[in-house]
């Protein structure tokens, strides 16, 4: 059969991200006999178009929409970054040129596929990992056999097959350009129980981690047939307590591949043998889920570790010289202005990084957070969630809150708050030619900014 596969995400915050899972569904379509064609629409200048156009040239016999996010998880955006109203427009725009069935998918519609799919008007739903799932919903589509419209992954795929993605050149080469950052990914699940987080639901508890070899291997292709240059392991946390990253550095050290990586980092104890290990096998910077330095605060997040963890490990990267990145969110569970402060007079303390500090958390269904926000009153079992409602403890009033997080950081010139401000900087640099992180040109240029000072 003949598969269209149409990404829809078009945010470029904090950077243009590669449509890795749409990669991987392509991929495991093609190892299936399926003819894939793979439509990126912010590659496509958002043009409906020339979207028709690829559909009508290709005629497929199903379309595949991709759903990477519901909206942005900002609290202090507008309504305009909810992303599912242009997602019903696209779908809109399809029936019009086309009778082939159209399946949605991706971590998004994951989330809460009935109210998803029902807003979208789309004829059917893959919730869960969609390798396998998707192969099978085809095989009914094409017997005209009948069955559930939203399709949920039964089977947990196992690390011999998660496969690697089908990229597709001209998009690949897009995000090459415009953020260099491609993505990829050496392991799926989560085991640890953020209380607002939905990696575990979508991914399962455990790990499952590919082969190391095979990652080196897809990164071997990247940089040798497309020239990437950086890569960022969209892992859900990449410091796994098993160690697979250290096998997986091992592995890229022996490679010695001409490509710096980057990752997503939880701030657990981490040796200075392995950090060397890290640099060896091309790590350029850290990206870290701190979320408070307030113990209370910790614990309402159900986070697993202790402010002076925060402080440990960002102090270890200094010492070897990683740039890092922390992620802070204010206003969680147990928040108080005491924990305000708290969290506040620790992010001062983090020398040589970059601080994003985000207000309230967008609770999801299903998640711990929903469950403590209709105990708190905050909402009820009925609420629909389709549009982001946050959680804001009750413990301090968000306007006192933002107003005692603006004062301690107003001068702190790597402390971002609202992140806005860092986005937009970065949004200048990448207009002026840099790409990659981006954050880690601001740590350079703060640190050359206090030795002109000292002078």
Request: aromatic share 8%.
């Amino acid at each position: 059969m003949k598969v269209f596969l149409l990404s829809t995400n078009t945010s470029l915050e904090p950077y243009p991200v590669y449509p890795q899972g749409m990669a991987m569904i392509a991929s495991a379509l093609s190892n299936a006999g399926h003819e894939v064609k793979q439509f990126d629409y912010l590659v496509s200048n958002e043009s409906e178009e020339l979207l028709g156009k690829e559909v009508l040239e290709f005629a497929p016999g199903v379309v595949g929409v991709s759903l990477r996010n519901i909206d942005n998880v900002d609290s202090f955006s507008d309504q305009s970054r909810w992303f599912l109203e242009q997602t019903r427009r696209i779908i809109d725009s399809l029936r019009e040129i086309t009778r082939a069935p159209i399946v949605v998918g991706g971590p998004a519609f994951s989330i809460m596929p009935e109210a998803i799919l029902e807003y979208l008007g789309a004829d059917f739903g893959v919730e869960g990992e969609g390798e396998a799932a998707v192969v099978k919903l085809l095989e009914r589509i094409q017997n005209n056999g009948h069955g559930p419209r939203i399709v949920r992954s039964k089977e947990v795929l196992h690390k011999s097959q998660l496969c690697s993605p089908l990229v597709d050149k001209d998009i690949l080469e897009y995000y090459n350009k415009e953020s260099g950052l491609p993505g990829l990914q050496t392991k799926r699940g989560c085991p640890h129980s953020c209380v607002y987080c939905s990696y575990p639901s979508l991914e399962g508890p455990f790990l499952r981690a590919r082969h190391p070899e095979e990652v080196v291997e897809d990164v071997a292709k990247l940089s040798r047939d497309h020239g990437v240059e950086h890569i960022f392991f969209t892992d859900s946390v990449f410091n796994d307590c098993r160690g697979h990253y250290l096998e997986l550095a091992l592995a890229l050290a022996r490679r010695n591949l001409p490509v710096r990586w980057s990752a997503f980092f939880r701030p657990d104890p981490i040796r200075d043998d392995d950090l060397d290990l890290l640099l060896h096998s091309g790590l350029l910077g850290m990206e870290v889920g701190s979320d408070s330095c307030a113990e209370p605060t910790l614990e309402g997040l159900g986070k697993g570790f202790c402010s002076s963890d925060v402080l440990r490990f960002n102090a270890a990267c200094v010492r070897r010289g990683i740039p890092v990145a922390h992620y802070f969110i204010i206003g969680g569970p147990n928040e108080t202005e005491a924990t305000i402060r708290e969290t506040l007079s620790n992010i001062g303390k983090l020398e040589d990084c970059v601080a994003f500090v985000y207000s309230g958390l967008r609770i999801l269904p299903g998640t711990k957070l929903h469950a403590h926000a209709i105990k708190e009153g905050i909402l009820d079992e009925s609420t629909s969630l389709l549009r982001p409602v946050y959680y804001h403890s009750p413990g301090i009033e968000r306007d006192r809150m933002h107003e005692i997080a603006a004062k301690a950081l107003d001068g702190c010139r790597n402390c971002f708050f609202p992140p806005q401000e860092a986005q937009d900087r970065m949004n200048v640099m990448r207009r002026f030619g840099y790409r990659g992180l981006i954050w880690d040109k601001l740590i350079e240029a703060e640190k050359k900014r206090t030795r002109r000072v000292q002078r």
